[in-house]
């Protein structure tokens, strides 16, 4: 049995989405307003929106639960800046770089680096990075508080027969796929 990358990353049962939790008006929003980081495949898959946090442990572990699913569905990544003072700037630099997917495979694989939890944040730099990037970051923060996000990771699947269902903490690949009717 191989190891968790992180100790915080324990299976657990999934999460309940919080009360009064609205499904298509969270899909609809994020699909309007939110800046992703979509999951490469074949066109025609079924989508999903989901808020994470690159220092969140759950984030990472719904992230790497979700990936073996991707020539089925299509995760959009909201990343957002919830955690601690190097969210902003990890989703910043994960947002402005050539290939946003492929840099947030990097943050992910080195998210339980004994140095570092994902790419390395030099605080003294963090001011460089480009405002409008990092604004993009706080958009999506606020988005998904008004969405009803209180715990990480939350986001919404819409199934093929047009149900709007939870992707929570705690999910793991065969949780995803029966959430997303896969």
């Given amino acids: 049995m191989t190891a968790p990358a992180c100790a915080c990353e324990v299976a657990a049962k999934p999460a309940l989405p919080p009360p009064a939790w609205?499904?298509?008006k969270m899909f609809a929003e994020y699909a309007a307003?939110?800046?992703t980081v979509p999951t490469p495949g074949p066109e025609g898959r079924v989508e999903a929106y989901v808020a994470i946090d690159p220092q969140c442990p759950k984030s990472m572990a719904l992230f790497r639960a979700?990936?073996?699913l991707a020539d089925r569905l299509c995760v959009r990544w909201l990343l957002i800046a919830a955690v601690n003072f190097n969210s902003d700037p990890q989703s910043t630099m994960i947002l402005m770089s050539e290939d946003p997917w492929k840099k947030l495979n990097e943050h992910v694989d080195h998210f339980g680096d004994e140095a570092f939890r994902g790419l390395p944040v030099d605080q003294k730099e963090v001011w460089k990075l480009p405002q409008e990037v990092r604004m993009k970051v706080w958009a999506n923060s606020k988005l998904a508080r008004w969405n009803g996000t209180r715990?990480?990771?939350?986001?919404?699947?819409?199934t093929r027969s047009g149900e709007y269902r939870a992707l929570t903490a705690?999910?793991?690949?065969?949780?995803i796929a029966v959430a997303?009717?896969?």
């Fill in 66 to 68: 979700a990936k073996p």
């Fill in 180 to 182: 997303s009717g896969l």
């Fill in 170 to 175: 705690g999910m793991s690949t065969g949780d």
């Fill in 151 to 158: 715990g990480l990771p939350l986001g919404v699947v819409k």
């Fill in 33 to 35: 307003k939110g800046c």
């Fill in 22 to 24: 609205d499904g298509e």
